[in-house]
């Protein structure tokens, strides 16, 4: 009987001592940790503090470039994430790697924000495991007062003119895509005919490309080091709001359209937590904050209500009419991925 009075003096104390850190308890009763694993530039850093504060829940937050890099990360193990934000295709192959868990909409009532238009689409045909973060195209962001000739075609990315001042994506996915776009095939073709197709455009290109980026672009874009840059719809808001020479363009041969997601893989060891979280992001007031902060589009209807009306009435962010058709939604290869891997490394490699 001692013995338990001991241990419960021990827990009470130890519980005490615990509260004089200077943590809150959260609003279930104890001091958890999220780690949240996003894309560079892809938050208002302001909302995590303010996430911290309110639900006495801290985050630890890092950023992946690329969906294939978030991947080999998870797989290799090491931290348990809690929450990811993984785009369409790569929510489907999460999926169907058994690496998500299936979410409880009981505690995400803010997903009712959500634009019917981005739920149940076929990545995740019933929303199980993922809520809609934010979306958009990929064009090419091009210096207009360098470039006197219009742009229609995803061709331009190959024209010698331009040599040395082109900047291609590093990313397989979307650099393959808009090159199988460009010869009039879809992006998600399992062809090996016309995936090699695209493999020996982009090998001819190299030479004309000064590299492959993912954020770098965007300050080479701003400093004028690089006169046209293959970009997501969100980069090209912002860097146009800045630098009025700069105009975005979807070519005509057509685009991917995309959805990022928050979804939370199944090493989570704190889904309540991840969820008090995933609620959070979708409320219209954060999510809001952070549209206006990143430039790219939400899919938060409730949000977009709350955005400068120059915002809401932007085409290269929000282009009127069904969005899907504006382009091709990425779908998982599942086995025939490794060969857009092969192709990649061929010429990265060149
Ligand atoms: C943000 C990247 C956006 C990801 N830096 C496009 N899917």
Request: charged share 25%; with cysteine.
């Amino acid at each position: 009987m001692k013995k338990y009075l001991l241990l419960t003096l021990v827990l009470v104390l130890a519980t005490a001592l615990a509260g004089c850190g200077g943590e809150k308890l959260n609003k279930l009763g104890y001091y958890p940790k999220l780690n949240v694993y996003n894309w560079s530039d892809y938050i208002d850093p302001e909302v995590l503090k303010d996430f911290e504060d309110e639900y006495g829940i801290r985050v630890n937050y890092e950023n992946f470039a690329t969906n294939e890099e978030m991947l080999a990360k998870l797989k290799a193990g090491g931290t348990s994430y809690d929450v990811l934000f993984p785009s369409d295709y790569m929510v489907q192959a999460l999926i169907e790697l058994g690496m998500l868990q299936e979410l409880d909409f009981d505690n995400l009532d803010n997903f009712k924000n959500i634009d019917p238009m981005f739920k149940n689409l076929l990545f995740d045909p019933e929303n199980k495991y993922s809520v809609p973060y934010f979306w958009g195209t990929m064009g090419i962001v091009y210096d207009s007062a360098r470039i006197p000739e219009d742009i229609t075609s995803w061709r331009a990315l190959w024209d010698d003119k331009y040599a040395g001042k082109i900047v291609m994506l590093d990313s397989p996915r979307d650099s393959i895509g808009i090159t199988l776009k460009m010869l009039g095939y879809s992006a998600n073709t399992r062809d090996i005919g016309e995936l090699n197709e695209a493999m020996a455009e982009l090998i001819k290109q190299k030479p004309i490309v000064r590299s492959y980026e993912i954020d770098a672009f965007k300050d080479m874009m701003a400093s004028g080091d690089a006169i046209m840059s293959l970009c997501w719809s969100g980069d090209a808001m912002l860097l146009i709001s800045e630098h009025p020479n700069l105009s975005y363009v979807i070519p005509e041969e057509g685009t991917n359209v995309w959805v990022d997601c928050m979804v939370v893989p199944t090493v989570s060891k704190h889904k309540r937590e991840a969820e008090l979280f995933i609620n959070y992001m979708l409320r219209p007031d954060v999510n809001a904050k952070c549209a206006i902060a990143i430039g790219y589009s939400t899919a938060n209807t409730e949000a977009i209500k709350l955005l400068p009306e120059e915002t809401q009435n932007d085409e290269v962010a929000y282009p009127k009419g069904n969005v899907w058709d504006k382009g091709e939604i990425f779908i998982d290869l599942g086995e025939f991925t490794v060969e857009y891997d092969r192709v990649w490394t061929e010429i990265k490699s060149k």
